[in-house]
């Protein structure tokens, strides 16, 4: 059976090719498909109540996290 981390892992590249695909088909790039889920992010969260600042903290957070996990050499700021 698969764990946990390697579904939430599928269930964000699922999401992840959506944009891109949704993206090129309006003339954007993985630039603007990256953007399109960053405010995605953040509109859930201010949707259900939540703080738009907040919010948007815990977009790079989970960004970061996503990167170490991903690129482990990679260098994160």
């Known amino acids: 059976m698969t764990d946990e981390p ?3 892992k599928r269930r964000i590249e699922a ?3 959506q944009a891109q695909m949704n993206a090129r088909n309006h003339g954007g790039d993985n630039a603007t498909a990256a953007a399109d889920l960053m405010c995605a992010f953040v509109l ?4 259900s109540g939540g703080d738009p600042e907040r919010a948007r903290a815990a977009m790079w957070d989970h960004a970061k996290a996503c990167v170490a996990d991903f690129w482990p050499d990679a260098k994160i700021n």
């Open 44 to 47: 859930m969260a201010v949707k």
């Open 6 to 8: 390697t579904i939430i």
């Open 15 to 17: 999401c992840a090719m």
